[in-house]
């Protein structure tokens, strides 16, 4: 099994599916294929997800309608590093219990984490979102659906943190579910790192937000707003003067401030609106898409939440704000626009038309130069 993850390493492969009555699946570049001809069975399944998560009883835990979420690292003994020691290949697993024939299935989600934390020019991030991914205080939030690429940009933007010379110096305390990107083996001059898994060192991102405000940190990073608490929790600290990592999904940025505010009972969702409006310094959302020639690239929009722009949108109020950020991002101002940004690509050669006038569909954009 762990020969199986290397190979999928070798081949580029972003994730591995294991899952019961269907071969063993690779995700290259978006696209499945099969990595065994043998169809999975119940038991062969019972001893991958004992074998991948040391959980002996992980079969009954999946029985008991639990899941396991934790990242694990395999070693490579057929290759070596310049140490001469194994190379090191990290993932993300989920085991998931499901539906199978009438009875209880498994699914094991792999996804790889590189060993080294990207880079924010590896990523292609353009330079505006660097320059403004550092704030005294207030949010950076990257939105996206799931497999978007979100807590890699945010990695590469920490790394940045930790290697360059930036506003932001001290006690960096990430919290995830779980730890994906390891920053133990990056030098910084400036800044410490210290890395929590939800669940395993603390029990809810919200608490973790908490922790962090007793330990003088300089960076808070915050896995997903996934819920009130934690939404409350980190505008908290925003508030108090501390700059935010974090993620949420949205389909676009004109949609995340209305999405973290539906998290609240109705009664509390006008006040949550004007507390996320005033403690967000930048809204990023991201799409990856298929790149001409192979691979995959990541197309950006985000927007400044400057101070003009808070008022614009605190004016319009939460009903309009999806429309407001909209006109906003339209116009260009200390932002870019999903339609700016696909257009650049076509003319670069990075994506098709095909695919243009895809993710102009999602984002709500039409655009006389790809019509037909």
């Not at 899952?19 to 995700?27: C, I």
């Not at 004992?50 to 999946?62: A, C, F, N, R, V």
């Not at 799931?146 to 932001?168: M, V, Y």
């Not at 008022?311 to 407001?324: K, L, P, S």
């Amino acid at each position: 099994m762990c020969r199986l993850l290397v190979h999928a390493v070798a081949i580029d492969a972003s994730d591995v599916i294991f899952q019961s009555g269907r071969p063993a699946l690779a995700s290259v570049h978006g696209h499945l294929c099969a990595l065994t001809r043998v169809w999975l069975q119940p038991s062969t399944l019972a001893r991958i997800a004992t074998e991948l998560t040391s959980t002996d009883s992980i079969m009954s835990k999946l029985y008991s309608g639990q899941d396991f979420d934790r990242a694990i690292t395999i070693e490579d003994r057929a290759g070596a590093g310049r140490d001469g020691e194994p190379i090191r290949h990290r993932f993300r697993i989920n085991v998931t219990a499901g539906y199978y024939e009438g009875d209880v299935g498994v699914q094991i989600v792999c996804r790889h984490i590189p060993a080294e934390p990207p880079t924010v020019a590896g990523l292609e991030i353009d330079g505006d979102v660097v320059a403004e991914s550092t704030p005294a205080q207030g949010a950076v939030i990257v939105a996206g659906e799931t497999g978007s690429g979100k807590t890699t940009t945010l990695a590469a933007l920490l790394r940045r943190i930790l290697e360059e010379e930036t506003p932001i110096h001290g006690n960096v305390l990430t919290y995830e579910a779980p730890v994906e990107f390891v920053f133990e083996n990056v030098p910084s001059a400036t800044c410490t790192v210290m890395q929590h898994e939800i669940g395993l060192h603390l029990p809810s991102f919200a608490a973790g937000v908490r922790n962090s405000l007793r330990r003088k940190p300089a960076l808070i990073m915050v896995g997903e707003l996934r819920d009130m608490d934690t939404i409350l929790a980190s505008v908290e600290a925003a508030q108090t003067g501390h700059p935010i990592y974090t993620t949420t999904h949205a389909n676009d940025v004109a949609h995340i401030l209305r999405r973290l505010t539906l998290k609240f009972p109705a009664d509390l969702q006008v006040q949550a609106f004007h507390d996320v409006l005033a403690s967000t310094h930048l809204l990023v959302s991201q799409l990856l898409v298929p790149r001409v020639g192979g691979g995959r690239v990541c197309l950006r929009e985000w927007q400044v939440l400057t101070d003009r722009v808070r008022r614009e949108v605190a004016r319009g109020g939460m009903a309009d704000a999806v429309d407001t950020l909209r006109t906003i991002i339209g116009r260009g101002e200390d932002g870019r626009s999903m339609r700016v940004t696909v257009m650049a690509a076509v003319e670069q050669g990075a994506i098709d038309v095909k695919t243009a006038r895809r993710v102009l569909d999602r984002y709500g954009y039409r655009d006389a130069r790809l019509a037909a």
